[in-house]
């Protein structure tokens, strides 16, 4: 049986992370693009030659890793820089992933688990998975955890919050909804439970 593919999605704070490493634990193999994307810009990552031809040494930090810091204050002055850096990232990320899920398939897992935080905001993922698993809480519980993980002031994770695909989208795009407003670890875990059952966990 082919596995099932779960796009799993969330607002910052939602406890997305939390949910996929549950998933995990219950057999699904998580495929975070996030990560992916992370590696590919650490010292030794597979964007990092390329980064350096198109932006200059100077973007590259001592130990061999993409300056964020440096990258961030150049995309804020050069709106086309992000554009640039996507471009060199984003087909190393597809890349990556197909070869995850290629592993995935070949162990027999029953279910797959793309991290996708702009699932519904990309349009394109849709098509792409069987499911959409969306974990929702209340604005005032992302805004709370983001403070407490972050040091961010709550208006600058309102503007966060505000930036990213509203609630109801979010929910009107969901197969299945884990509500994680509060919940005891062990009652989010019971819930995601229930939910992985649906597929084939």
């Not at 086309?80 to 597809?94: F, M, Q, S």
Request: glycine content about 8%; overall charge neutral; proline content about 5%.
């Amino acid at each position: 049986m082919a596995a099932v593919r779960v796009g799993l999605t969330g607002g910052i704070g939602s406890g997305k992370s939390t949910v996929l490493e549950m998933l995990a634990q219950l057999g699904a193999a998580p495929i975070d693009a996030d990560a992916i994307s992370r590696g590919t810009t650490a010292a030794g990552g597979a964007a990092i030659a390329a980064i350096a031809e198109r932006f200059g040494r100077d973007f590259i930090t001592p130990q061999g890793a993409l300056d964020r810091d440096r990258m961030r204050e150049h995309a804020y002055r050069d709106p086309g820089a992000r554009k640039r850096l996507e471009e060199i990232i984003h087909p190393l990320v597809a890349l990556e992933s197909a070869r995850q899920v290629e592993a995935a398939l070949a162990a027999g897992v029953p279910c797959i688990v793309f991290d996708i935080p702009l699932l519904v905001e990309s349009g394109r993922w849709r098509s792409q998975v069987d499911r959409v698993l969306v974990v929702d809480c209340s604005p005032e519980t992302q805004v709370r955890r983001v403070v407490a993980r972050s040091g961010l002031t709550p208006e600058a994770v309102r503007a966060i919050i505000a930036a990213q695909a509203p609630r109801g989208q979010r929910l009107a795009a969901a197969d299945c909804v884990v509500c994680n407003d509060g919940p005891s670890l062990e009652q989010l875990r019971d819930m995601v439970v229930q939910t992985a059952r649906r597929f084939g966990l």
